[in-house]
C-alpha cells in the first residue's frame, strides 16, 4: 500500500482468503510534508478527506475508522470504489514514526501487535511531543460520534516466539536499528521475511546476524533499501570515540550534543564518556521522562543510572521566577518528571541555565532537540564552547530550513559546531550481506527510491536472485 519508492512511509498488507495482517502503518513523511499546509489541513473534520485525497493514507475500504467515515460524505464517497482489505492485525516493527504514525487511522476492529518496550518507547513520545488528535490515539480512540474513549486491542510479543491470536503464523527477531526494539519477522506459510529498518554496524550487530540465520532460505525477502547507493559506514563505536575526542579540545569550556531521545545505545554511551571525562552531565526532561518509563515497566533493555545525573529544569512560567509548576505550561509529563525530582521519589537532581552558566567546564549538556538551541541562549556558553550534533542530517527542504536556522542560532551564540552521527540503516555492502546471508529466492525492495541501483547490482551479479519492484495499489502473488 505504501513503502515503494519512498524512504518510510511503509503499510504492506498481507492477505489469505478470509483474514489479512499489516505490517507497520508509517506515515509517508515526504508525501505528508510535499501537501499539507497550515492549520487547515490539521483539523479533524478534514483531516481523513484531506490524507485520502493527497494519497498521505492509501484508498482502501475496510480499514479505517468508523467514526471518521461515517462523519464525513468526502471521505466515504472517495473510499466507494476502493479496493476492500480485511486486516485484523497491524504489526508495528519498531518505534519510528514513519512505521506506526498512521495507525491511529486504523478501524479499533484491528488490533496493534509490538513488543512491550516498542508499546512503552511509542507512548513516552506521544506523551512529550506537541501532536495531538487522530496522529496519537494508538492505543486508545476517541470516538467522534459519541465522545466516548475505545481501547484498542493490544497484543504484545516476544521475541522468538509466535504472535498469539492473528490470521498468520509470525515470528518477531530482534534486529539492530538505531533504537531499541526494533524487529524483522517471519511470517512462515507465505515463506517471507520481512526485515523492518536494519542495520550491521550498531552496538546489536549479533542480533541482525542471527535474523540472517533463523530466516535463511526464505522464498522472499523483503528489505528495507534506504541506503542502497551508500558504502559510507560509520560505525557506534568511532561516533564514541569522535564525542570524546570532540569534547576533550575543549576543556574549560561547555559541552552541548543533540540526540534523538529513542537512541537509547548512543544516551548509554554519552553517560559513560560524561563519566570517564568526569563531566557532570545534564539531560534534558525528555530524555529523563523515556527512561522512567522504560525503568518502570518491564524492560529488557539496558538503561543507564540516573543517580548522578542532573535533569535541565525548563523555565516556562511567567510566575515563580519562571519555575512555577502550577503553570499550565508545565504538561503534566514534564511536571511528573520535576515532582519526582523535587519530592525525591526517583533519581536524578534538578539544575537551572544559570547553574550551568556558572560553572560551564563543568557539564555536558545532552539536548533532544535543535529546538534546544534556544535553551543554550538562557545559559550565554562561553563562545567557543562546543555544540556536536549526534543526529541524522537534513534530508528535505523543510529539515534543511530548520537546519539553517539552527545555524544562526550557532552563529549568533559564537558556538563551535561539530556533527558526528551513525546511520540506523544499512549501508551498499551490509544489505548485500544481508541478501546473500538469506539467499532467497525472490527479493522484494521497499523503504527506498533507487529501484535502479538494486537492478544494477542484480546485473553484476552482486544481488544473486530475482527482484520484484513493488508498486502501490498492485498485489504480488506469493
Request: net charge neutral; charged share 30%.
Amino acid at each position: 500500500m505504501d513503502g515503494a519508492l519512498s524512504i518510510g512511509g511503509n503499510k504492506i498488507a498481507l492477505t489469505s482468503r478470509d483474514d489479512g495482517i499489516l505490517l507497520d502503518f508509517g506515515v509517508n513523511m515526504r508525501r505528508k510534508r510535499d501537501y499539507l499546509l497550515g492549520y487547515r489541513a490539521l483539523v479533524i473534520a478534514n483531516k481523513l478527506y484531506y490524507y485520502l485525497y493527497s494519497e498521505i493514507l492509501p484508498k482502501i475500504r475496510g480499514i479505517y475508522r468508523e467514526d471518521l467515515v461515517e462523519l464525513d460524505e468526502r471521505a466515504k464517497t472517495a473510499l466507494e470504489k476502493a479496493d476492500e482489505l480485511r486486516a485484523s492485525t497491524c504489526i508495528i516493527s519498531h518505534g519510528h514514526a514513519d512505521h506506526y504514525g498512521a495507525a491511529g487511522f486504523l478501524s479499533n476492529n484491528v488490533a496493534i501487535a509490538m513488543s512491550n518496550s516498542m508499546k512503552t518507547i511509542i507512548e513516552s513520545m506521544i506523551e512529550s511531543s506537541a501532536a495531538l488528535d487522530i496522529e496519537v490515539e494508538i492505543f486508545q480512540q476517541k470516538d467522534r460520534r459519541r465522545g466516548e474513549k475505545l481501547k484498542r486491542r493490544f497484543k504484545g510479543f516476544e521475541e522468538e516466539t509466535r504472535i498469539p491470536d492473528i490470521s498468520f503464523s509470525v515470528i518477531p527477531y530482534p534486529v539492530d536499528h538505531s533504537l531499541p526494539a526494533a524487529f524483522g519477522f517471519l511470517i512462515e506459510e507465505a515463506s517471507l521475511a520481512y526485515t523492518g529498518d536494519i542495520r550491521m554496524h550498531g552496538l546489536f550487530k549479533h542480533l541482525t546476524k542471527r535474523f540472517i540465520e533463523k530466516v535463511q532460505g526464505v522464498e522472499y525477502l523483503m528489505i528495507e533499501g534506504t541506503r542502497i547507493s551508500s558504502s559510507i559506514r560509520v560505525s557506534e563505536e568511532e561516533v564514541s570515540r569522535e564525542i570524546e575526542r570532540f569534547i576533550e579540545e575543549k576543556p574549560g569550556k561547555l559541552i552541548s550534543i543533540i540526540v534523538s531521545p529513542t537512541d537509547i545505545d548512543r544516551l548509554r554511551d554519552i553517560f559513560r564518556i560524561s563519566e570517564r571525562l568526569e563531566r557532570k552531565l545534564v539531560i534534558s526532561p525528555k530524555i529523563a521522562y523515556l527512561i522512567d518509563k522504560l525503568a518502570s515497566s518491564e524492560t529488557k533493555i539496558t538503561l543507564p543510572s540516573m543517580k548522578n545525573v542532573f535533569i535541565y529544569f525548563e523555565r516556562r512560567s511567567l510566575k515563580g521566577d519562571g519555575y512555577d509548576l502550577k503553570s499550565a505550561h508545565y504538561r503534566s509529563w514534564l511536571k511528573n518528571v520535576y515532582l519526582n525530582r523535587i519530592d525525591g521519589k526517583m533519581e536524578g537532581e534538578l539544575i537551572k541555565p544559570d547553574q550551568i552558566s556558572k560553572d560551564q567546564g563543568s557539564y555536558i549538556f545532552m539536548m533532544s532537540g535543535l529546538d534546544y538551541i534556544l535553551e543554550l541562549a538562557q545559559i550565554r556558553p562561553e563562545p567557543g564552547s562546543r555544540v556536536i550534533v549526534s543526529t541524522s542530517e537534513p534530508h528535505d527542504e523543510e529539515q534543511e530550513i530548520e537546519w539553517s536556522r539552527f545555524e544562526r542560532w550557532i552563529d549568533l551564540l559564537r558556538l563551535d559546531l561539530r556533527h558526528v552521527h551513525s546511520s540506523g540503516h544499512a549501508d551498499r555492502e551490509s544489505l548485500l550481506e544481508i541478501i546473500n546471508g538469506v539467499n532467497p529466492k525472490k527479493l522484494i525492495p521497499v523503504h527506498t527510491v533507487d529501484h535502479q541501483e538494486f537492478e544494477r547490482l542484480r546485473k553484476a551479479g552482486d544481488i544473486r536472485c530475482d527482484v520484484i519492484f513493488p508498486k502501490i495499489g498492485e498485489a504480488i502473488k506469493l
